[in-house]
């Protein structure tokens, strides 16, 4: 098949998964051309069947927002008629699948029908989607694709409560190739975050808002009260500067290191002991299962899609949203004890190969020959 991809190419899930899912179909054969404003971030290396197409904007004194999905529509219409796609499939629902139906029609009166899929992701239903700036045109542009997919079953029953949808949403949950991400550790790497075999408390986000920051520091707090640790928090985002500050006050900025955006994922989740993730909501938490498919058992809340994956007391603890006193002592009762917590490591690891790449990407496969025969009929 000849699929074109679209979706935001920075460190975010939706653009990880997306990322990762076009590589997969790609080593299974197809043709797969990613259409986005800038490389893919985990579109590294040479492919013989993988196509990067850019969007560009052009700027004119007029516009003072320049108009990114009219781009997208035109770029959409250029690479479907060049390269004979043969579907579309975008990547979180703003603008991406307005912009694929606008070059649906467009290419509907050249004869040319091209069905397109949309994944949601998790912002773009639950926060910025259902705010009613965008929510006409959200809902709109959902109910028109050719098949509507959810990272999780709680995101689909957010959908169906936010939006009025009139088509099914089969959820097919986010994926980690678990062989790449069973990394040994890498001893100088380990030595030179705890130099004297302190335990690793991870952290990886966008350092939004959602993600409860304060709680991660707060939660590390109580840990290293009791258990030689260190903090290590990846990735960047408007919190930052926050949360750097709040280690100051609590005087352990020595203890946290910040390392911001990080492409080799791998060996940082491969050295950690634990990873926290306190969000206020998560679709599904792709962060956390990268992590537990490298073996680090998860501290996160009882939030979202979180629960599908964590399973409370085996390879990791579930707690409400904000109760830093329970997941501090949560991550105490795994570290304080080596035998804990290496039932809770073997836990996490074969909960992740339930999400295995080899398990979800052909869910995706079948989805899309069922919509072309469908387009077909
Ligand atoms: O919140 C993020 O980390 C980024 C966000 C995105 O849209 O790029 O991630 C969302 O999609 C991921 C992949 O499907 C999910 O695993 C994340 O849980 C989801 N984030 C939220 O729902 C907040």
């Known amino acids: 098949m000849n699929i074109g991809i679209v979706c935001y190419p920075t460190f975010g899930g939706s653009g990880v998964l997306a990322t990762e899912l076009g590589k997969a179909l790609a080593d299974m054969g197809h043709n797969v051309h990613f259409i986005t404003y800038q490389q893919p971030v985990r579109l590294t290396g040479f492919s013989a069947n993988i196509f990067y197409h850019e969007v560009r904007v052009p700027t004119y004194p007029l516009f003072d927002f320049p108009p990114y999905e009219t781009a997208l529509s035109s770029t959409l219409v250029d690479v479907v008629k060049n390269n004979h796609l043969d579907l579309l499939h975008v990547h979180y629902a703003i603008p991406h699948a307005s912009a694929a139906y606008m070059a649906k029609k467009i290419l509907e009166h050249e004869g040319i029908h091209i069905p397109f899929i949309t994944t949601l992701h998790g912002t773009d239903i639950t926060l910025v989607g259902k705010d009613k700036t965008y929510a006409p045109v959200v809902s709109f542009s959902i109910n028109q694709s050719d098949a509507i997919t959810a990272v999780s079953n709680n995101l689909r029953e957010e959908t169906f409560a936010n939006f009025k949808i009139e088509k099914e949403i089969t959820v097919i949950h986010n994926f980690v190739d678990i062989h790449r991400f069973n990394k ?9 975050i705890a130099p004297e075999g302190e335990k690793i408390i991870l952290h990886a986000s966008n350092f939004r808002k959602i993600k409860r920051i304060a709680d991660v520091i707060h939660t590390y707090d109580a840990i290293r009260k009791e258990i030689p640790s260190k903090l290590l928090l990846v990735g960047d985002g408007p919190e930052r500067p926050m949360a750097e500050e709040l280690c100051r006050e609590l005087g352990f900025d020595e203890d946290a290191r910040f390392v911001g955006k990080q492409q080799d994922m791998e060996e940082i989740y491969a050295i950690a002991d634990l990873f926290l993730l306190p969000s206020e909501y998560e679709s599904f938490g792709l962060a956390a299962l990268e992590a537990m498919a490298a073996g680090t058992p998860i501290i996160a809340t009882n939030a979202g899609g979180l629960p599908e994956i964590i399973t409370h007391g085996k390879n990791g603890f579930l707690s409400e949203i904000g109760d830093v006193k329970s997941m501090g002592e949560n991550a105490k009762k795994i570290l304080s004890n080596e035998k804990t917590h290496n039932s809770f490591k073997i836990a996490a690891r074969e909960q ?11 869910l995706y496969e079948s989805l899309y020959k069922k919509v072309l025969a469908e387009a077909r009929q």
């Not at 992740?352 to 052909?362: E, G, H, R, S, T």
Request: proline share 10%; glycine share 0%.
């Open 184 to 192: 040994k550790p890498i001893d100088a790497f380990r030595k030179v």
């Open 352 to 362: 992740a190969l339930k999400f295995d790449i080899d398990n979800i990407v052909p």
